[in-house]
C-alpha cells in the first residue's frame, strides 16, 4: 500500500511561481514510477508530468512543457513539481499518483495504481 500527500498548494498571482511536493509512505519508493495530474473545474483530470523510478526519465504534457519541472528525491520518497510562469489556466487540483510498473512513464490515469488527495493551485490575474 502507497500512501501519498501532496503540499504546496496555494494562491498565486499570474507570472509567479510555485513548488509542489508529494511525499509517499512506502517501503521502497524506487518501485514506483510517480506522475503529477491536474483537474480544472468542470473538466477531466489531465496529465501534467511524470517521471520513472530513477528519475532518468521525464515526460511533460505540451501545455506545462518548458514552465514545470518534476524532479524526485528518492532518498526522501518525495518528488516535487516546480512551477514557473504560472497563468490562471492552470488553476486546478494536482494530484501526486504512483504506477507500479516503475519504469514506465505513464501518462494516461488508468496507468496509476495510487493517488493523493490533492492540493489546490489558484492563479489570479
Known amino acids: 500500500q502507497v500512501q501519498l500527500v501532496e503540499s504546496g498548494g496555494g494562491l498565486v498571482q499570474a507570472g509567479g511561481s510555485l513548488r509542489l511536493s508529494c511525499a509517499a509512505s512506502?517501503?521502497?519508493?524506487?518501485?514506483?514510477?510517480m506522475g503529477w495530474f491536474r483537474q480544472a473545474p468542470g473538466k477531466e483530470r489531465d496529465f501534467v508530468a511524470a517521471v520513472d523510478c530513477s528519475g532518468g526519465t521525464i515526460y511533460y504534457a505540451d501545455s506545462v512543457k518548458g514552465r514545470f519541472t518534476l524532479s524526485r528525491a528518492n532518498a526522501k520518497n518525495k518528488v516535487y513539481l516546480q512551477m514557473n510562469s504560472l497563468n490562471p489556466q492552470d488553476t486546478a487540483v494536482y494530484y501526486c499518483a504512483a504506477d507500479e510498473v516503475a519504469w514506465r512513464v505513464g501518462t494516461m490515469i488508468n496507468e496509476y495504481d495510487y493517488w493523493g488527495q490533492g492540493t489546490q493551485l489558484t492563479v489570479s490575474l
Open positions: 512506502v517501503r521502497t519508493f524506487t518501485n514506483y514510477a
